[in-house]
């Protein structure tokens, strides 16, 4: 079952924020309002996740706008499910999750971000990252011969 986590009402709520910054630090947005009820709620009731059922028509825009700015998939087009992996190495997506994600919903796709960010342990949160911190530090062109 999906769900909205804490942790992404907390970044939607930081995009609106840097988008439609309050005139006078006390008023809202729509979208913010939208939002803040529903973060307040998860707060007095001590919920990490709550059912997208829940929130109102507002809140969900809001959200799927702050979605549509994230990227879609982990992938980094190295699929080791297809070679017979039951979780890809390159994003660290079950064979399942890699199978299905275009049918799943925007809050099933976040829940899976959220696990495999958690876990660290694909490619795409270390070797890859690594290299290109370190071409970054080294300040090296991205594709061998090419000039800086």
Not at 45 to 54: C, F, K, Q, T, Y
Not at 72 to 77: F, G, L, V
Not at 101 to 114: G, I, N, S, T
């Amino acid at each position: 079952m999906s769900s909205l986590h804490i942790t992404d009402l907390e970044a939607a709520i930081n995009w609106w924020r840097a988008r439609k910054p309050s005139p006078d630090g006390v008023s809202l947005p729509p979208e913010l309002r939208a939002l803040a009820e529903v973060y307040a709620l998860m707060v007095y009731h001590h919920e990490n996740d709550w059912p997208p059922a829940r929130l109102s028509l507002e809140a969900v825009d809001a959200l799927y706008a702050w979605y549509a700015s994230t990227p879609d998939s982990p992938c980094i087009a190295i699929c080791s499910t297809a070679q017979g992996d039951g979780i890809c190495k390159g994003c660290g997506r079950t064979f399942d999750e890699v199978r299905d994600w275009p049918m799943l919903d925007p809050f099933e796709k976040r829940a899976v971000w959220r696990r495999i960010q958690l876990e660290a342990s694909a490619w795409r949160f270390n070797r890859y990252a690594e290299r290109a911190q370190e071409r970054e530090a080294e300040q090296l062109p991205l594709v061998p011969g090419a000039a800086s």
